[in-house]
């Protein structure tokens, strides 16, 4: 393998250079990251043991590389894009490292391409990119359950936490949107960056969304990682939005769920980092649809694990999966009727340092692999003793409201 990184002037918005085919794939917030389209490689995997695999695959790819890389930052040089199944079976997982990827950082741009065939390759010029079609016509059903049949679930869930067999359990839900055409993955994309500015949007293999949380970012001995639980709904009113803000800060609901979900982010991360700093008090993240208790965790590492090997470590997370781990995935697996395939599970990118960011596949949908004008949409809530199925319903509702939104308007 051949890869060649080469520093390049403002090519534009990352998400305008993306060709309609050719699989794009993006990982972007604010105008900055990485996009990338063709496949150079890739490595398909299934079951437990998916995460070691694909990341011995790729220390085994950039052992052997031959990189000239002349700008040297984290997401530059050979990148590979993944996203992994959230159990182990069903679902497939996969790495794949594009033929060419354009990144912005800290106000520089560089495209870096990919040869599997032993030369080096000419530096390719960008290709000429058509306007992204609007999805028309798209009409959206029940996906494995109806509302209704959901809210006995999560009923179900609190009766369960109610008789003290578990703290928490997340339960999630999908919706099916299908149109007369395939979907042109650039429209939505384009739309959940604009809107969503706060998130990181990704598409990988089929896979699209703009998720709020980040699993973990490993750059250069630095790790972080954005805990995400406790949620409302906004409602469009400015004022009101604030006066709820200040409620979920007080809410001991929100903040009990909230604490699940950084110990056992802190825990899993603990064994990497050498030094560590877990904020005592989450914030409130604002986004268009819904608002969040969020807390930044960040740590020191001088341990060789890869980004995607801490994404490993820390999946599923109390965010997605529930508290104790083992109860609320056993549970998940009896109870929720749903095949999540990479909703909830890992997304993200990784470089030949292992230097990476991965974030939880939320509020995202899933290309059909047999019909391309048809996806499915994903949205889960963690439930707690006092979780109401009613609200939970609506919360769920305003989660799918970002990707519903970037399918239709
Ligand atoms: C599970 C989802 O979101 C997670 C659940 C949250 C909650 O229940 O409060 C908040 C953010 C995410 O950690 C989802 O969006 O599907």
Known sequence: MVVRTTEVADPGPLLELLPEDGAPMTWVRRG???????????????????FVAADRWW???????????????????????????????????????????????????????VSVSGNLPGLADLPAVSQARRPRDITFSDGSRTGTEWESIVAEGVR????????????????????TEPIDRRWPI????????????????????????????????????????????????????????????????DLEEHEYAVRSVADALAPFCSSMNVPETPFVLHLPNV???ATDLAGVTDDDASSLALAA?????????GTPTKDA??????????????????????????DGE???????????????ARMRLFAGCGIVAGSDPEAELAESAAKLVPMRDALSV
């Open 358 to 372: 991965w974030g939880i596949a939320l509020r995202c949908a899933e290309i059909d692999p047999d019909n391309a």
């Open 190 to 253: 384009q739309r959940l960056a604009e809107r969503y500015p706060r998130c990181w949007t990704f598409s990988v293999d089929g896979l699209i969304g703009a998720t709020p949380e980040l699993l973990v970012r490993r750059e250069r001995g630095l790790i972080t990682s954005r805990v995400l639980a406790g949620t409302i709904r906004r409602t469009g009113d400015d004022a009101r939005d604030l006066a709820l803000a200040a409620s979920l800060a007080r809410s001991s609901k």
């Open 291 to 293: 608002m969040h208790l």
């Open 59 to 113: 220390r085994r790819m950039v052992a052997t590389a031959v990189v000239r890389d002349e700008v040297r930052l984290p997401g530059t040089g050979p990148v590979a894009f993944g996203s992994f199944a959230f159990d182990d079976v069903p679902g497939a997982s996969s790495l794949v490292l594009p033929e060419m990827v354009v990144g912005h950082r800290a106000g520089r741009w560089w495209v870096t391409t």
């Open 313 to 321: 470590a820390l999946h599923p997370s109390a965010a997605v999966g």
């Open 160 to 179: 369960r936490i109610n008789a003290g067999e578990l703290e928490k359990v997340v339960l999630a839900r999908d919706l099916v949107a299908e149109g």
């Open 32 to 50: 900055e990251g990485v996009v990338g389209w063709g496949e150079a490689a890739r490595f398909d995997t299934v079951g437990a043991n998916r």
């Open 329 to 354: 995935g056993e549970l998940i697996r009896e109870i929720e009727g749903l095949d999540r395939a990479r909703y909830a599970g890992p997304v993200g990118w990784l470089d030949a340092d292992g």
